[in-house]
């Protein structure tokens, strides 16, 4: 295990140890969430790092490589829950590693960063999240795009490639301020020299100490990219993740290229900002009967903000209408649902609504699980 948990490779499994997950460990029951303990801390920039998690009972972490966890830590504020995605690759089912960034005003990150270290706790739910590479379902070609943290999810998506994949072709163009914020670099800039992976990295302030692009990416230059790579297999899968107005150029760029809609698979790492609400100023009641609770809410505002605000057992952790964390059912009332994306049309006829991206415009009774 020790190898493996180097601040600056992940070896392939031929290079390393018998790999425990592949030695038995899949006769061990899938891990359910519950309490995780620290292992290890790998700072991987000067603002971000790495923490390996494990689990105090024998079990394998099971999930899909691009998922997430959420996590509720104690900070000064009380018991903050958020959504971080995976990095380390199921392959390796005995630990499970989340990465961290360092933001302004981040409650719980900055907490993280500040306070989690070896031997620190945090209860965390199972695995997650329809942002995922399905084992079963493998294309020949692969390109990821990322911007800043948005490449923790790409992480487990490589790293589970090159163990378990490595005739798939990746193509992996990421975005970062400079090389100094470049999470990863070892690992990927290695992997660029190996068959089958190609690194192509934007950097907007670089400091000329390793090769990359000059500036942000720009849909032209996606164009020449993945032409002159020669990516167009039969079977191609992008897989996109950063803030908002990054993804929104790559989605623009997709969509006039004529690509497949249906070969994307995307994740923000920002809260989309929300459409500005049609209100009538007029301030409604927000009904839980399960917890005996009521609250006034404005015209337009989110369930989310109000249960929050009243202590309600919500968890919001991506804020942003994509982890379906803050999932409940509105029982009666008009409701604008801005977000479905992890909502079924079952789910949507029942009344189900994404609290963070739900809004009021009457009187609501919303049921939460006790």
Not at 225 to 250: I, Q
Not at 298 to 308: F, K, P
Request: glycine share 6%; charged share 20%; with cysteine.
């Amino acid at each position: 295990m020790n190898a493996m948990m180097k601040s600056d490779s992940y070896p392939l499994l031929s290079e390393s140890a018998e790999e425990p997950s592949r030695a038995g460990s899949s006769a061990l029951s899938a891990w359910q969430g519950g309490t995780l303990t620290c292992l290890e801390r790998r700072d991987e920039t000067a603002n971000s790092a790495s923490f390996v998690l494990v689990a105090s009972e024998s079990v394998r972490f099971d999930f899909m490589p691009g998922q997430f966890v959420t996590i509720g830590v104690d900070t000064a504020s009380g018991r903050q829950y958020r959504a971080y995605s995976i990095s380390s690759s199921p392959s390796r089912s005995e630990t499970l590693t989340i990465t961290v960034k360092r933001v302004d005003g981040g409650l719980v990150s900055n907490h993280l960063l500040d306070h989690f270290h070896a031997g620190s706790q945090l209860e965390a739910s199972a695995p997650a999240g329809s942002f995922r590479l399905d084992p079963a379902d493998v294309p020949e070609s692969i390109v990821l795009l990322s911007a800043g943290s948005g490449i923790t999810p790409m992480m487990s998506i490589v790293r589970w490639l090159r163990d378990c994949r490595s005739d798939v072709r990746i193509h992996f163009i990421h975005s970062a301020r400079s090389e100094a914020d470049f999470m990863f670099s070892d690992e990927l800039l290695a992997l660029s020299q190996q068959a089958n992976f190609r690194l192509d990295l934007f950097l907007t302030q670089p400091e000329q100490t390793i090769a990359c692009h000059t500036g942000r990416l720009t849909p032209e230059q996606l164009d020449a990219l993945l032409t002159e790579a020669s990516d167009n297999a039969d079977r191609r899968r992008f897989f996109l993740c950063g803030n908002y107005a990054y993804m929104a150029m790559v989605e623009h760029w997709f969509a006039a290229s004529g690509l497949p809609v249906e070969e994307l698979r995307k994740e923000s790492f920002t809260p989309a900002e929300l459409p500005p609400a049609e209100t009538s100023g007029a301030v409604f009641q927000l009904t839980v009967p399960s917890f005996g609770k009521t609250a006034a809410i404005a015209d337009g505002q989110t369930l989310l903000e109000i249960m929050e605000a009243e202590g309600l057992p919500i968890i919001g952790a991506c804020r942003s209408g994509v982890c379906g964390s803050c999932k409940c059912k509105v029982v009666e009332g008009e409701v604008e649902r801005i977000s479905t994306e992890t909502l079924t049309p079952d789910d949507i006829a029942a009344g189900y609504a994404l609290a963070c991206n739900t809004r009021a415009h009457g009187d609501v009774i919303v049921e939460l699980a006790v």
